[in-house]
């Protein structure tokens, strides 16, 4: 069972370049989410998925894009590379249910260094 | 606006030493609640969790915390550490209690010295 599979692990970018993070989970799970990590602070969401075809902002979204055409598959696009872009990224799924126990299971994040 | 505080940036304690770690949360309704922690060059796992029930929780690897509702908090507590214990550990919180966004505190980074 891979849980949730984050890729690349490493990349650096020079600023302007775009990419894009894939995260994918073989554990059916309906919501889906992108956080960064940067030093010394707190994860912040970016952005969020509550199903296929459905995406929500969350707290930091600007400079990023995200899609979810099916429910395993939820990339992350950055499309204008920014040096406040540097950060580790962990993408992260849950199953849907109040009282299911819903634990969010993350990847193992992908550090990204924008020069 | 919701926020979740940890007390402590970075503690430092010898092997064997009793574990305190502070997490206050700022909402008043329903929550559920978190601890994960992120071992050097992994990612994050989750530690131990509260929903409802008995608001003393325990976890997994010895680690075991208390809901306090009066006072916004949920500490994470282990009666004597290890050196495998050194990593960043992270309060989080689901206001509303139901399937959505997690608050994360900033972390307080354990180091424990054999």
């Known amino acids: 069972n891979a849980g949730v599979t984050q890729t690349p692990k490493f990349r650096i970018l020079k600023i302007g370049q775009s990419m894009t993070l894939q995260c994918a989970q073989d554990?059916?799970?309906?919501?889906m989410y992108w956080y960064r990590q940067d030093p010394g602070m707190g994860l912040k969401l970016i952005y969020y998925?509550?199903?296929?075809?459905?995406?929500d902002k969350g707290e930091v979204p600007n400079g990023y894009n995200v899609s979810r055409s099916t429910t395993e598959d939820f990339p992350l696009r950055l499309e204008l590379a920014a040096p406040s872009q540097t950060s580790v990224y962990f993408c992260?799924?849950?199953?849907?249910?109040?009282?299911?126990?819903?634990?969010?299971?993350f990847g193992e994040g992908s550090w990204l260094t924008v020069v | 606006a919701q926020s979740v505080s940890q007390h402590n940036h970075h503690v430092i304690l010898s092997e064997a030493a009793s574990l305190e770690l502070g997490c206050n949360y700022s909402?008043?309704?329903?929550?559920?609640l978190f601890w994960y922690v992120q071992y050097p060059g992994q990612h994050l796992q989750l530690l131990l969790k509260?929903?409802?029930?008995?608001?003393l929780v325990k976890g997994i690897k010895g680690f075991e915390a208390e809901f306090i509702k009066s006072k916004f908090s949920f500490n994470l507590r282990k009666p004597s550490v290890q050196w495998s214990d050194t990593a960043e550990y992270f309060c989080?919180?689901?206001?509303?209690?139901?399937?959505?966004?997690?608050?994360f505190g900033k972390g307080t980074k354990l180091s424990v010295k054999p």
């Open positions: 509260y929903f409802s029930g008995d608001p």
């Open positions: 554990m059916n799970h309906n919501y």
């Open positions: 998925s509550v199903g296929a075809g459905i995406t």
């Open positions: 989080a919180v689901r206001p509303g209690g139901s399937q959505g966004n997690l608050i």
């Open positions: 992260a799924s849950s199953a849907p249910g109040t009282f299911s126990g819903n634990t969010i299971y």
């Open positions: 909402y008043g309704g329903t929550v559920n």
